[in-house]
């Protein structure tokens, strides 16, 4: 693993959730993730909420490892209550994209992040955004 594909545990927060057997992860200024237990068809589900940036979004890495760890094989992610993303934020769906290549994106998606893979070139990876 490079030094920049570390995640910072000091930043990410993660607390189990009471009800099921999902999983909670939290980051500075509001964000968070909650991951569903990886369902028997290997698809992990995750709902990604607030703004993501480089303080933030290793929550989201987080829990896409640990999605991965759990056996999933691909990833749905509904980042409807996403307020921002950066590049960081980018990044870090994009290092999931090349691990699974099967990760869709549930929304709607807001138009910021429309906005963001288009000018990045990389809407082609997400064809559901449109």
Do not use: W
Not at 52 to 63: K, V
Not at 71 to 97: C, E, N, Q, Y
Not at 102 to 127: D, K, S
Request: charged share 20%; with cysteine; aromatic share 6%.
């Amino acid at each position: 693993m490079r030094n920049d594909d570390r995640i910072d545990e000091g930043r990410v927060g993660v607390l189990h959730a009471s009800a099921g057997e999902g999983h909670i992860y939290s980051a500075p200024g509001g964000a968070g993730v909650y991951r569903k237990a990886t369902g028997p068809d290997g698809t992990a589900r995750l709902v990604a909420s607030g703004e993501f940036d480089m303080d933030s979004s290793p929550c989201l890495q987080h829990a896409l490892t640990d999605a991965r760890a759990d056996g999933a094989t691909s990833i749905k992610l509904d980042v409807a209550a996403v307020a921002f993303g950066d590049s960081t934020f980018l990044h870090v769906l994009l290092r999931a994209h090349h691990e699974l290549q099967q990760v869709v994106l549930i929304g709607p998606v807001p138009l910021h992040l429309r906005q963001l893979f288009n000018i990045t070139g990389t809407a082609a990876l997400y064809p559901n955004i449109t």
